[in-house]
């Protein structure tokens, strides 16, 4: 059975017998990228449950509504033109249905935008703990002598990690870099904004607006960022492809 999210997990599974590593080492790369393959299904299986789920409520809202609005329909055409009262209570009570509607459809839109938000940071942070944890047990192997921050002052987060790969280690990234890195840069400031900012993006914001665009994310309601099921999709996909292409680069490396 083929598995999403699977390539940085088979990645170390295929590579890691052949090394002579110290048990600890191999345990504890083994446990980080087993940990991070196992976020990622989580983070996939929850998304489609949820989604489903409010789904199935938005469905059932709209038969409510609708239901109800074609007997509001059906009681008027019986009092229209007889009865000025009755028909000024009828509209009355409909608009008093349609807004509790329309109140409910908007919460469960948010419930699916929370969810996908909360995708989005906790993906990110799995991502940036994963290849922290790798870079850490890489170091060891190779006994490199100098630290991240000896090298890395200024960068933050995944990019400071991968830096110290290439240059500390002296692992050849440039294929990561090439595949990955621009999605993973927009990725990176998208995550940031929903943390720091919210989820409504500003006109003078053109880079971030640009991003949107270039990764199919869409605006809705005031420049407001409307995460897809796909978008999550996606971010889950290069996430997991961009790890994968980290680790196959460590392996050239230690078996050189």
């Not at 017998?17 to 299986?45: C, K, P, V, W």
């Not at 489609?48 to 609708?66: F, I, K, M, P, S």
């Not at 880079?207 to 897809?228: A, F, G, P, T, V």
Request: charged content about 30%; hydrophobic content about 40%; proline content about 0%.
């Amino acid at each position: 059975m083929n598995y999403p999210y699977s390539k940085s997990y088979f990645a170390v599974l295929y590579d890691l017998m052949e090394f002579q590593f110290e048990d600890n080492n191999r345990r504890d790369i083994l446990q980080a990228i087993t940990d991070f393959h196992y976020n990622l299904l989580g983070f996939a299986r929850v998304k489609v449950r949820l989604n489903r789920a409010v789904d199935l409520l938005l469905q059932q809202e709209n038969e409510v509504y609708t239901s109800i609005a074609m007997e509001y329909e059906d009681t008027l055409s019986h009092v229209e033109g007889k009865s000025e009262e009755d028909e000024l209570y009828i509209h009355y009570m409909m608009s008093g249905v349609r807004d509790n509607y329309l109140l409910n459809m908007d919460d469960l839109e948010l419930e699916k935008a929370l969810l996908h938000k909360g995708i989005v940071i906790s993906v990110y942070s799995s991502l940036e703990d994963t290849v922290l944890k790798l870079t850490s047990i890489i170091t060891e192997i190779m006994q490199v002598s100098v630290s991240i921050d000896d090298i890395c002052k200024r960068d933050r987060g995944v990019f400071k990690y991968f830096k110290f790969l290439e240059l500390g280690c002296g692992i050849d990234l440039s294929a990561s870099k090439d595949r990955f890195f621009s999605d993973v840069y927009r990725w990176n400031r998208i995550r940031n904004q929903l943390v720091h900012v919210g989820d409504y993006i500003k006109t003078e914001n053109t880079q971030l607006l640009k991003d949107l665009e270039d990764i199919n994310i869409s605006l809705k309601d005031r420049q407001k960022m409307n995460l897809s099921s796909e978008n999550i999709d996606s971010l889950l996909e290069l996430v997991d492809e961009f790890l994968e292409s980290i680790i196959n680069a460590c392996w050239i490396k230690l078996k050189s």
